[in-house]
């Protein structure tokens, strides 16, 4: 089995400048744990633009908020803090001052060719491949690099059809996404999202050469 271990700020740095194309600031609503907000602020500091992350108001601010915030992005708590309302909040902000908002899972064009690019680099010809899934980005990139291998993706929070995922056979992981998995995987894998998609890989991959994707590496405290 072999593991890929994202570069800075995860899988969706790798495509997700383009949402600061033509202006100055965008802007995401996320979950408290989801990782996109880490990849939008390591984008948004390296470019020299603006990230904003609309997010539930928690007591004690997640890790993945508190990286964003220490990377630079502009971080507003919600309340109520459901997702539908935070996005709501989101999409006012950006009518308001002209922000780019940027769609649930950053699934926006390119994304999932830049994944395909990224993985046919792999000096790895997989006959499985795992990962995680909330929107489904991910999966059709892999897809696209690997159509011959047996794909698996693990499903972590909203229920996924599988023409979102390419036609991979859908896990589902017992527990919330705001939970935390139950086994720590051997590298440096997200507890609410990686980690609960390796522990299924570990219980119910095939045989061969497995290539397990991690989508984004642990929060800095």
């Not at 744990?33 to 108001?57: C, D, N, P, S």
């Not at 896990?171 to 051997?186: N, S, T």
């Not at 507890?191 to 929060?219: I, M, Q, S, T």
Request: hydrophobic share 45%.
């Amino acid at each position: 089995m072999s593991e890929t271990i994202s570069l800075p700020g995860g899988t969706k740095a790798r495509f997700i400048a383009q949402v600061f194309d033509g202006v100055q600031e965008a802007v995401y609503a996320s979950p408290p744990e989801g990782g996109a907000q880490t990849a939008i602020a390591t984008v948004a500091r390296r470019l020299g633009k603006r990230a904003t992350i609309f997010v539930a108001a928690r007591t004690r601010p997640h890790p993945r908020t508190l990286e964003a915030a220490r990377l630079g992005a502009k971080v507003v708590p919600i309340r109520p803090g459901y997702l539908s309302v935070v996005q709501s909040r989101a999409r006012e902000y950006c009518r308001n001052t002209g922000a780019s908002l940027i769609p649930f899972g950053a699934e926006i064009p390119g994304a999932v060719e830049a994944i395909a690019a990224a993985a046919r680099m792999a000096v790895f010809d997989p006959e499985e491949v795992w990962c995680a899934a909330g929107s489904g980005v991910l999966a059709r990139g892999l897809a696209s690099a690997w159509p011959k291998a047996r794909r698996h993706v693990v499903q972590i929070g909203r229920d996924l059809t599988p023409c979102e995922v390419a036609g991979a056979t859908i896990h589902v992981h017992p527990r919330k996404f705001c939970d935390r998995a139950a086994l720590c995987a051997p590298f440096p894998a997200d507890p609410h999202y990686d980690a609960k998609a390796w522990e299924l890989c570990l219980a119910k991959r095939g045989p061969g050469r497995v290539l397990f994707w991690n989508v984004a590496p642990l929060a800095k405290v």
